[in-house]
């Protein structure tokens, strides 16, 4: 018989990475809660309609499609049954679809519920999502997603406010890290003014490989799309732009002074960074305009951040759309949202060890079984610490002490009560310290008091 398995690109999670999961998921929501962000959820399943064209032909191929229930492929007419093509067949077989990511699903919630919701809307949404990719290191079919996004203002405010957001939960979480933004409109500015407007994504894929390939690589590719020498020329003083934030804006504003749409950009990064310079967060905050991300999706600030003290890709990102809810037919409905890496960010505090020691334990106490009247006190001592709020359990039965305290190291629970016939009668239990083998005697309320 063979032994049972999980699907590829799927994973277990012991009790010890739940622990740091949940670690993680915990301070993501404490500092979204703390900016008045509020929970919702969506369902695992969409409607195909809902997904369907929301991702451009790859994204369409990768959705996980879920058959009709019944005979579902009596609904297939014989001749497209005949044909033996998925597509034809897929819109007689399937209806839904597991969702592929956080944004479509919450821009449908909109539409479909803007009669109930206060705008601006401050949502945030952690929940797991399915792509049908080809599994490798790192990339998996089923993964979290934290998404925080506010929806219905065009307030560079809320550009600040993402930008502290991130500062707060890297710095909650012992990461260093450093949030790199740039602007679409200037990338615009860019494309504009070397008279390339109509090629802008070639443009900024190479230049996104800057720090890849460095800039006679990023001009060589640029020669291979087609792009002119004298073209190439004049993009070598936006790529070599050096200085503190407002240093590059204001030698940025020289370069697109005919493009007012780069100009645009420019102003409001200048009004986010004067906001960041007064709040100061503990963390450095960059323009790269190499910056690329998401370009046929972002109408404004663009957002990435990257950990310092390890070799990854992004762990975090998003910016500023103008029309999410559009293509649910609700126009008009600017936002700004993050989304932040959780199976990324895991592997950096992995990585350097920044993991709590207590997010191992899920037991603080356990009570040594000594069996008889001794069970009986021990259970009410159990039943003590539960009602104080102390993550306490009981052995399960009169074992030999060894194997009891064995199990308690094994589980790293830092403390035993140990309430044999001696402390039974006096009412004076034991304590110990499992890490440092210390021993000491007290009342039932001091040991609620020491461990509080």
């Known amino acids: 018989m063979s032994s049972p398995s999980i699907p590829k690109g799927t994973r ?4 010890l990475e739940m622990a740091r999961r949940n670690y993680i ?3 993501i929501r404490s500092v979204f809660k703390l900016h008045g962000y509020q929970p919702i959820e969506t369902p695992a399943m969409e409607n195909l309609s809902t997904l369907m064209g929301k991702y451009g032909e790859e994204g369409d191929k990768l959705l996980f499609k879920i058959l009709n229930s019944g005979n579902y492929l009596s609904d297939i007419p014989d001749e497209t049954y005949a ?25 449908r919630f909109v539409v479909q519920h803007n009669n109930e919701i206060t705008f601006p809307f401050k949502r945030y949404q952690i929940q797991p999502v399915w792509r049908a990719d080809r599994p490798q290191k790192g990339r998996y079919r089923e993964f979290y997603q934290c998404d925080v996004d506010v929806i219905g203002s065009n307030s560079l405010l809320y550009e600040v406010e993402m930008v502290m957001i991130a500062a707060e939960i890297f710095n909650k979480l012992g990461i260093s890290i450093t949030i790199l933004m740039n602007n679409r409109k200037i990338l615009s500015g860019i494309a504009e003014v070397i008279g390339e407007s109509a090629r802008i994504t070639d443009i900024t894929v190479a230049i996104d490989k800057l720090d890849k390939i460095g800039q006679e690589g990023v001009n060589k590719e640029l020669a291979e799309k087609g792009l002119s020498e004298v073209t190439i020329a004049k993009l070598q003083p936006i790529l070599g732009l050096k200085g503190e934030n407002l240093e590059k804006l204001d030698q940025l504003s020289q370069i ?17 960074f004067m906001y960041i310079n007064e709040l100061k967060p503990k963390t450095r905050v960059e323009i790269d305009l190499t910056l690329a991300r998401g370009l046929n999706y972002y109408t404004g600030a663009i957002i990435e951040i990257k950990a310092n003290d390890v070799q990854m890709g992004s762990i975090s990102g998003g910016g500023r759309y103008d029309d999410l809810t559009g293509i649910f037919g609700l126009k008009g409905m600017s936002g700004i949202g993050i989304s932040f890496g959780a199976d990324r960010i895991y592997d950096v505090m992995n990585e350097l060890k920044l993991f709590p ?70 009412g004076i239990y034991q304590l110990k310290n499992m890490l440092t083998g210390e021993q000491e005697k007290f009342a039932a309320e001091e040991i609620i008091s020491k461990l509080r």
């Open 12 to 15: 277990d999670f012991s009790p």
């Open 25 to 27: 998921f915990d301070s």
């Open 83 to 107: 044909g033996r093509e998925a597509g034809k067949m897929l819109k007689h077989i399937s209806e839904k679809g597991l969702r592929y990511d956080l944004t479509v699903p919450f821009a």
């Open 256 to 272: 697109l002074a005919s493009s007012e749409t780069g100009l645009k950009g420019i102003d409001e990064m200048r009004t986010i």
């Open 357 to 426: 020691p207590d997010t191992e334990q899920a037991t603080t106490v356990l009570l040594v079984n000594f069996g008889g009247s001794e069970q009986i006190e021990s259970l009410k001592m159990l039943h003590k610490l539960h009602e104080a709020g102390i993550a306490a359990e009981m052995y399960p039965e009169p074992a030999k002490m060894k194997k009891q305290f064995g199990y308690a190291d094994n589980k790293k629970i830092p403390y035993t009560i140990v309430i044999g016939p001696d402390e039974a009668a006096s």
